[in-house]
């Protein structure tokens, strides 16, 4: 993913279950909106637990806003058989902070390589075709501090730019966490620089 880019697509909430069959063997698909790898380990313990007589539990995950981290899992399939057709689908989605589970009942058929491959991309498919995906941005945050003079400055600015306040600290003086959009954030980062009595942080540099 190029640097310039400030979106991402994710999920909203869990995909349905959903179900793939090919010669006796069944598939389960789950796909999961995810922020962390303690996350992900979760949802496949209790998958594991919810499937106990399953298989194979494969599985593969995207995180990062810049699609930064992913792994793909195989769980004892044929190498490349599993994880990475999963994989594949999340980035045929183009989506991140997302795992995606795909549970094996064996149906007594061996299916081959090729079709372990099917199987697997199909019911990953299945699972985020039945998501609800979103475009977030890609935002940064910056601390302000000012004093109660500037209230009314600072509240029009934010207003003009229609910025996102996620905090506020009203004390002996005033502070301000607001959201940025990514592509805006140098300029807002020196409009309010250049603001009389205001200092600006990004919350990175604190």
């Known amino acids: 993913m190029e640097d310039k880019k400030d979106t991402y697509k994710t999920l909203t909430t869990p995909s349905k279950e959903v179900l793939f069959k090919d010669r006796g063997s069944k598939f389960f698909?789950?796909?999961?909106?995810?922020?962390?790898?303690?996350?992900?380990?979760l949802h496949i313990e209790q998958l594991k637990k919810d499937h106990y007589n399953a298989r194979h539990w494969c599985y593969a995950w995207q995180l990062g806003k810049k699609y930064e981290h992913y792994r793909a899992n195989d769980d004892g399939e044929p190498s490349n058989s599993a994880g990475m057709p999963i994989y594949?689908?999340?980035?045929?989605?183009?989506?991140?902070?997302?795992?995606?589970?795909?549970?094996?009942?064996f149906g007594g058929t061996k299916l081959g390589v090729g079709g372990l491959i099917q199987a697997y991309k199909t019911a990953a498919k299945f699972a985020l075709e039945s998501s609800s995906i979103v475009e977030k941005t890609i935002d940064e945050l910056f601390q302000l501090k000012f004093g109660y003079p500037e209230m009314n400055t600072m509240m029009r600015i934010i207003k003009d730019e229609k910025l996102n306040i996620t905090q506020k600290k009203m004390e002996l003086d005033c502070e301000f966490i607001i959201s940025v959009r990514k592509k805006e954030a140098t300029r807002i980062f020196s409009l309010f620089n250049s603001t009389y009595k205001v200092t600006i942080k990004r919350i990175e540099d604190i």
């Open 88 to 105: 594949g689908q999340l980035q045929s989605f183009d989506v991140t902070n997302v795992l995606i589970v795909v549970v094996r009942y």
């Open 29 to 41: 698909g789950y796909a999961y909106p995810v922020k962390s790898e303690e996350e992900i380990k």
